[in-house]
């Protein structure tokens, strides 16, 4: 018989048991297996979830979970169910499944053209429309992701965007080959990548989406729901709008002019606030409303973070860089970078902390665009550091620019 353990917290207790015991090589992936089935009848997938949230806690790095992910799936694969989640129209988990049906008919339109005679143009379609997997990727980086942070549950998105991102890197040097011609290469490498979708997928479907519905509130989703649109869409046309979700820019906009209204009215600075309200800035007048106009059309990307390290302000800006939405803001820094990047951006700041350095440079080449990136340490007139600001731009075009151009020189859009 059995020695069935049912109740949620030793489950957990017991699942996170026989991880460790595996992972730190007491016991083989086949008795952890046999461990697992003859202790549960069933787990789901927020049971897993939860339960690989504290092996970092035991000294396991995040490094070594991701690398054998799939074997701690493996362990419970004949005793896990999966949730089953049916979230409206509309409903930010609904669009999520409905993108993954999407990338799983890319999948099999990629499997199609490896069975057949390899024809450039082909794959260049199906390329192009993977690029749009990024944008789903980004989706939930910038708003799944905190709402579930702020559950405290990160520990399993973190493992996810890192997997995340080496599917984007994979993406990234396929359509490398592909350009350069290399046919050869370029077919040898779909298979890793298909296999990468497909556990991504179902990593999703079976753990994140069910867990974040038992996490996730609906006023927090009907919030979620403002910000998507932001960032737009994997494969699929734009969603309908989920019960009262409005605009998520106009509702920020507004607390934030009713809180510095009330700010400047306490200190007698005016008396009320509105878009039209006339404000003395470090050189001249501006109102509200021609701040906001001035950096929605900066031909730069700017984001803030203070100097507690969270994420203040963004630029909503045409020629954003790098997709953002207003689930980033209130986010700690170190939650909004990739664990490949995330040991810079902290040495950055530890280094603009100690007043070792005032601002670093770094630039990115994608094969399709040059980018070039700048952090500036924001201090007071008194020298004391007040957080970090970020300066992203496309800067392909200016460097190709040669000689001089004197008049100018009008393009029509």
């Keep these: 018989m059995k020695d069935l353990i049912n109740t949620r917290e030793e489950k957990i207790k017991a699942m996170l048991k026989i991880k460790l015991d595996f992972l730190k090589g007491e016991?083989?992936?086949?008795?952890?297996?046999?461990?697992?089935?003859?202790?549960?009848?069933?787990?789901?997938?927020?049971?897993?979830?939860l339960s690989e949230q504290n092996?970092?806690?035991?000294?396991?790095?995040?490094?070594?979970?991701?690398?054998?992910?799939?074997?701690?799936?493996?362990?419970f694969e004949d005793i896990r169910i999966s949730d089953k989640i049916n979230p409206p129209e509309g409903h930010p988990i609904n669009t999520y499944i409905k993108e993954v049906e999407a990338i799983k008919k890319?999948?099999?339109?990629?499997?199609?053209?490896?069975?057949?005679?390899?024809?450039?143009?082909?794959?260049?379609?199906?390329?192009?429309?993977?690029?749009?997997?990024?944008?789903?990727?980004?989706?939930?980086?910038?708003?799944?992701?905190?709402?579930?942070?702020?559950?405290?549950?990160?520990?399993?998105?973190?493992?996810m965007w890192t997997l995340e991102d080496r599917i984007s890197g994979i993406i990234?040097?396929?359509?490398?080959?592909?350009?350069?011609?290399?046919?050869?290469?370029?077919?040898?490498?779909?298979?890793?990548?298909?296999?990468?979708?497909?556990?991504?997928?179902?990593?999703e479907i079976e753990v994140l989406y069910p867990t974040a519905m038992n996490l996730i509130s609906d006023e927090e989703f009907i919030d979620m729901r403002k910000g998507d649109d932001e960032i737009g869409y994997c494969l699929i046309d734009t969603p309908a709008i989920y019960k009262n979700a409005g605009n998520k820019h106009l509702d920020n906009q507004t607390d934030f002019m009713k809180d510095l209204s009330s700010l400047l009215s306490k200190h007698g600075i005016?008396?009320?606030?509105?878009?039209?309200?006339?404000?003395?800035?470090?050189?001249?007048?501006?109102?509200?409303?021609?701040?906001?106009?001035?950096f929605k059309h900066l031909k730069v990307d700017l984001s803030y973070v203070d100097e507690n390290e969270i994420v203040r302000f963004y630029t909503d800006t045409k020629d954003r860089i790098f997709p953002r939405s207003p689930g980033v803001i209130g986010r700690k820094v170190e939650n909004c970078h990739p664990k490949e990047s995330l040991d810079k951006v902290l040495e950055v700041i530890e280094e603009f902390k100690s007043g070792a350095q005032d601002e670093a440079e770094f630039w990115l080449d994608t094969g399709e665009k040059f980018i070039y990136i700048n952090f500036i340490a924001v201090r007071d007139d008194e020298g004391n550091f007040k957080g970090v600001l970020e300066m992203m731009q496309d800067i392909t075009r200016i460097k190709e620019l040669e000689g001089n151009q004197l008049l100018a020189n009008w393009t029509k859009h």
């Design 27 to 49: 016991i083989t992936l086949q008795e952890a297996k046999d461990l697992a089935n003859d202790k549960f009848d069933s787990i789901t997938g927020q049971e897993f979830a």
């Design 55 to 75: 092996l970092t806690n035991h000294g396991i790095s995040d490094q070594v979970i991701t690398d054998r992910l799939d074997e701690l799936i493996e362990i």
């Design 106 to 159: 890319l999948i099999y339109k990629m499997e199609e053209a490896l069975e057949g005679k390899f024809i450039k143009n082909v794959w260049e379609e199906i390329y192009e429309q993977l690029e749009e997997v990024k944008i789903h990727f980004a989706r939930k980086q910038n708003q799944l992701y905190p709402a579930l942070e702020k559950k405290k549950f990160n520990k399993p998105t973190k493992i």
């Design 172 to 203: 990234n040097k396929n359509k490398l080959l592909l350009k350069e011609d290399k046919h050869a290469k370029f077919i040898r490498k779909q298979e890793k990548l298909i296999s990468s979708l497909e556990d991504m997928m179902a990593k």
């Design 270 to 294: 005016i008396d009320d606030l509105s878009s039209q309200s006339t404000l003395e800035v470090s050189r001249g007048q501006l109102t509200l409303d021609q701040i906001n106009l001035i």
